[in-house]
């Protein structure tokens, strides 16, 4: 998709694609044939540049045909770049200036909560994203009001722009940070599914306060030449290194 497109952050696309399988394959509860249920849970990706991973799970999971995917980030197509809404079923928030997904998302949270609605709100950010002041506003508002059924998962994957994070703008100690602000944290491996369910599965029993989840990831994960390399959050791959990150995913 973003090679043909001509689009980029495949690097981001792969860092969040474990985390988007046990999120679509066991923890969501959403129809895709009632893409609107008022039951559903809500899934918000804050870093939206990542919309490619998104666009192509969703049409796994049959909320739209696969076919469609073969017009990612061409003219006229719906499936923009960063990720849309408009016109695309599952699709909850359109996103891509970063800092304003959490902050939705908690306000979709505090709603749910005062009118005794049960389903859940879970918002994936990028960790350069937390460089944002808006983030931390929303993350104690949060807490405060003890939205435990609110779930922040951090992509931490160390990169972000063209750099590492610990040189653009260090957040650590990252955790330390959330735990201050009031928040149940879970430090995990991102790629590992079974840490992954066992992490959401906590997730849902935990009450009282919010959980963040900082999934350590790999960006460009599962292709050599792309991972934890900074020239794959902007760029798209060209046909050669399609092929071979191709060959390499299997």
């Not at 497109?5 to 495949?10: M, R, V």
């Not at 009632?34 to 909320?63: M, N, W």
């Not at 079923?89 to 997904?101: D, I, R």
Request: proline letters at 4%; aromatic letters at 6%; charged letters at 20%.
């Amino acid at each position: 998709m973003t090679s043909a497109g001509g689009s980029s952050h495949i690097g981001s696309c792969l860092s969040i694609a474990d985390i988007l399988a046990v999120l679509y394959g066991r923890v969501l509860h959403v129809d895709p044939g009632q893409p609107r249920h008022p039951g559903r849970d809500r899934f918000i990706l804050s870093k939206g540049h990542a919309g490619a991973a998104v666009y192509a799970t969703l049409a796994e999971c049959g909320f739209m045909p696969v076919a469609k995917l073969a017009t990612h980030y061409q003219d006229g197509s719906d499936l923009s770049g960063h990720v849309s809404h408009k016109g695309i079923p599952g699709v909850e928030l359109s996103t891509g200036s970063l800092g304003h997904g959490l902050g939705v998302g908690t306000g979709m949270a505090l709603a749910a909560a005062q009118a005794g609605q049960t389903h859940r709100v879970i918002v994936l950010l990028s960790d350069g994203e937390c460089d944002e002041g808006s983030n931390w506003e929303a993350i104690l508002f949060a807490a405060h009001h003890r939205l435990h059924n609110l779930c922040a998962i951090v992509d931490y994957n160390k990169i972000q722009l063209d750099g590492f994070t610990k040189d653009i703008l260090d957040l650590e100690p990252f955790a330390g940070k959330w735990r201050a602000f009031g928040w149940h944290v879970l430090d995990i491996d991102g790629h590992d599914i079974p840490t992954l369910q066992v992490a959401f599965a906590e997730v849902a029993a935990t009450k009282g306060k919010p959980t963040c989840i900082i999934a350590n990831t790999i960006k460009g994960k599962g292709v050599s030449f792309m991972e934890n390399n900074p020239k794959y959050h902007g760029v798209a791959p060209t046909q050669d290194e399609l092929v071979k990150a191709l060959q390499e995913i299997g």
